[in-house]
């Protein structure tokens, strides 16, 4: 069965500091693998997403992912964070199934930003 | 291009009552699924539609809970009876033909059963 863990439920870094949000999926074939952020009273927004090719890929508002096969993981990076990034992240894994194109998602991560 | 349209935002109810929220996805989108995400956790999979028809609802209540999507645009999502344990955000996604792996998500409605 397909399974997200994103092990830290909250992390807090200084504005300008760098970022890492872990993700490890579990999930027998190849999988599609997604990054989505929620702020307050909104819905998710597509961060970046992993279907195949490169493993480094690049998403909006400056976030990059990597997928590593070996490691079942999916680690979200930022190089320098902004107040603005302050939200919930949540990893998800995405697989096909009787013709359904399935969402899992994980528990999600908040982040919050101190100036 | 408008986005995944969802009323009410929010809804507050007593147990026992009923209520219904609304979705209309992106234009052309022909696939559409509804989550349900309770306080502190990810969203999970309650319905998808392809085009009218129902593709997946295992994880369903179907006691209480129900979707419909007639014409293949907008949808509808019942619950009745509500209980306590239905508070959560319910999200509504939309993915269309050509990257239909990308789901796109409406800004939810939060409902409050008391």
């Known amino acids: 069965a397909q399974s997200v863990t994103q092990p830290d439920i909250h992390i807090t870094v200084s504005e300008g500091a760098s970022l890492e949000l872990r993700c490890n999926y579990s999930?027998?074939?190849?999988?599609?693998l997604f990054w989505y952020v929620q702020s307050p009273g909104q819905g998710l927004q597509l961060l970046l997403k992993y279907f195949s090719g490169d493993t480094l890929v690049q998403g909006i508002k400056g976030f990059e992912a990597e997928f590593k096969r070996s490691q079942s993981s999916f680690n979200l990076r930022k190089p320098s964070v902004h107040w603005s990034d302050a939200a919930e992240y949540f990893c998800?894994?995405?697989?096909?199934?009787?013709?359904?194109?399935?969402?899992?998602f994980g528990t999600g991560t908040r982040l919050t930003v101190i100036p | 291009e408008a986005g995944v349209a969802q009323s009410p935002r929010y809804k507050i109810i007593e147990k026992r009552q009923s209520v219904a929220f609304w979705c209309n996805p992106i234009s052309g989108h022909a696939t559409l699924y509804w989550y349900q995400q309770i306080l502190g956790q990810g969203p999970k999979l309650l319905i998808q539609f392809q085009n009218n028809g129902v593709v997946d609802d295992s994880q369903l209540p179907k006691d209480r809970f129900s979707a419909e999507r007639l014409k293949g645009v907008d949808s509808t999502l019942k619950i009745q009876p509500a209980k306590l344990e239905d508070s959560a955000v319910y999200l509504c996604?939309?993915?269309?033909?050509?990257?239909?792996?990308?789901?796109?998500f409406g800004a939810g409605t939060r409902l409050s059963v008391l």
């Open positions: 998800a894994v995405g697989t096909t199934q009787t013709g359904a194109n399935n969402l899992f």
């Open positions: 996604a939309s993915s269309g033909q050509i990257a239909k792996n990308i789901q796109y």
């Open positions: 999930y027998g074939a190849t999988p599609y």
